[in-house]
């Protein structure tokens, strides 16, 4: 992929070919969301500090980044000469800081120091204390779910979750099919879930029921609506 | 086509379990960047998995399954203008183009006029009728029948607020967007426009009003192409694009 050593693929990423820019976003999205998942360092009046972007400022900044660089004017902005890769993540970090300026997270004038020669004497952690204690308890939750398991869901867990195996791949060690796999990993999640909401973790203060009554309510009305004659 | 979103509680354990289709991921994503509560909710969740994959600073397969698959259709849109930014118009259909922009500017929507609800719309059957377009509020909150907001109308906290919309040629699209007093702001379309004034269709949109009293005001831009509906509501001047606009008071919840 970019950059092209094929003239054809740079000139049909510049015209906004659909099916190129699709398989751009597909092979650097992984990079851009590992680059946006680091903490982030910034200058500002109090010193220098890392900050990390929340879940949801996650998820904002990776579209964000492909959505400026994927504009008209950045897609002739791009030389075909550097890898892109590195033009991507220069957008994403400046989507990041924007980001977390806006949410208040920075100050307006903080500048990224990531740059900076010193960055490298910095301290690597820069979690809050509250960041911290929530770590701790989750933690905690997951070694008491994965305790719990019996002897081949605590495997099956370790070498998915935890070692990143595909699916495939366990199946191999654990002498299972890949469907089987599948099953046991989706029951695994399920757990989990459970686990989580008899722990407390996830708040379920919401009432499915009254909220899927209001819903049908509110599909009746547009219905009756759509019906009527104008 | 659903005419409502569904919460977020019901997406998210199917999130968890990595089976979320591309437009369900969007969906979920942007009702949690909506909705302080489901957002809370959804960090809760990315926390708890992140730590059962071992590492809370990077994305677990779930999400990275969900940001991936929900963000491609709004890169691949910022990358449409371009294809169509050649008019398409013949000079004859510009020309009726600017008459109905004068038209439009003048008589529907004009901007220093002195009535009191000059800024706003009036639903269909009240009022000035719009011009082609039209545009339907609803409240939805749980246990209660869903009623239509008109100009004025105050809907609770944390209900949602529901859409429907219609339009003569050439509107052919409709962009919306909800803001809050807090910047709290939802974009949200182009829509396709399935049916006319007085048979508007849903839009597949929902947005949770803010628990603050207040009020949020709706914006909606009509227009012949999907990029002119979304420019008019970043402001830029496009002749042709109606906007209609309403108020909506936030009122205390039960």
């Given amino acids: 992929m970019l950059p092209g050593n094929d003239r054809a693929v740079l000139e049909a990423f ?5 099916a190129v820019l699709t398989q751009v976003y597909r092979k650097y999205s ?50 075909g000469v550097r890898p892109y890769l590195g033009f991507l993540l220069t957008v994403a970090r400046s989507t990041a800081i924007d980001l977390m300026r806006a949410s208040g997270r920075v100050a307006r ?83 989990f879930t459970e686990h989580l909401k008899a722990s407390g973790w996830l708040d379920t203060s919401f009432e499915p029921g009254r909220m899927e009554l209001g819903v049908l309510l509110a599909s009746m009305a547009l219905c009756a609506i759509g019906s009527m004659p104008s | 086509m659903r005419w409502y979103e569904r919460h977020i509680d019901a997406s998210l354990t199917r999130w968890s379990q990595g089976v979320l289709a591309p437009a369900e991921s969007a969906r979920l994503l942007r009702h949690a960047h909506g909705c302080a509560r489901c957002g809370a909710r959804y960090e809760q969740w990315v926390r708890a998995h992140r730590a059962l994959e071992g590492d809370l600073d990077q994305p677990s397969s779930m999400e990275r399954h969900a940001l991936t698959e ?38 529907v929507v004009p901007p220093a006029t002195n009535t009191p609800n000059a800024h706003e719309f009036t639903a269909r059957g009240e009022g000035t009728p719009p011009p082609g377009v039209a545009l339907r ?9 869903m009623r239509e907001l008109h100009a004025g109308d105050a809907c609770k906290s944390g209900a949602m607020l529901a859409f429907a919309a219609g339009g003569n040629a050439p509107y052919s699209h409709v962009a919306v967007q909800v ?14 426009l399935s049916g006319a004034p007085g048979k508007e269709g849903p839009l597949e949109l929902t947005v949770p009003m803010p628990q603050q009293p207040g009020a949020v005001e709706v914006t909606a831009a009509f227009a012949d192409r999907p990029v002119a509906a979304l420019a008019a509501l970043r402001g830029e001047q496009d002749g042709g694009v109606v906007v ?4 909506v008071k936030v009122e205390d919840g039960p």
């Fill in chain 2, 70 to 107: 929900g963000g491609l259709a709004a890169a691949l849109a910022a990358a449409a203008p371009a294809e169509e930014a050649p008019a398409r118009w013949s000079s004859l259909a510009l020309l009726a183009g600017a008459v109905a922009a004068v038209f439009l500017a003048v008589v």
């Fill in chain 1, 109 to 191: 004038e903080a500048v990224p120091m990531d740059d900076a020669p010193e960055l490298s004497h910095l301290p690597t952690e820069g979690r809050s204390p509250e960041e911290e204690a929530l770590g701790t308890e989750v933690r905690a939750l997951v070694r008491q779910f994965l305790d719990a398991l019996p002897e081949e869901g605590r495997a099956l867990a370790q070498l998915r979750f935890v070692e990143g195996l595909s699916q495939e791949s366990a199946a191999e060690k654990l002498q299972l099919t890949r469907g089987e796999v599948r099953v046991r990993e989706k029951r695994l999640r399920t757990q």
């Fill in chain 1, 14 to 18: 510049r015209r906004g070919d659909a």
């Fill in chain 1, 30 to 79: 992984p990079e851009v969301l590992r680059y946006l998942s680091r903490r982030f360092a910034v200058g500002g009046e109090g010193g220098t500090r890392t900050v990390a972007l929340s879940a949801l400022d996650l998820d904002a900044a990776h579209q964000e980044t492909f959505v400026r660089a994927f504009r008209p004017n950045m897609r002739q902005a791009y030389d």
């Fill in chain 2, 137 to 145: 509020i609803f409240c939805a909150a749980a246990g209660q029948p």
């Fill in chain 2, 179 to 192: 803001r809050g007093a807090k910047k709290a702001e939802v974009t949200a379309g182009p829509f396709v």
């Fill in chain 2, 244 to 247: 209609l606009k309403q108020e």
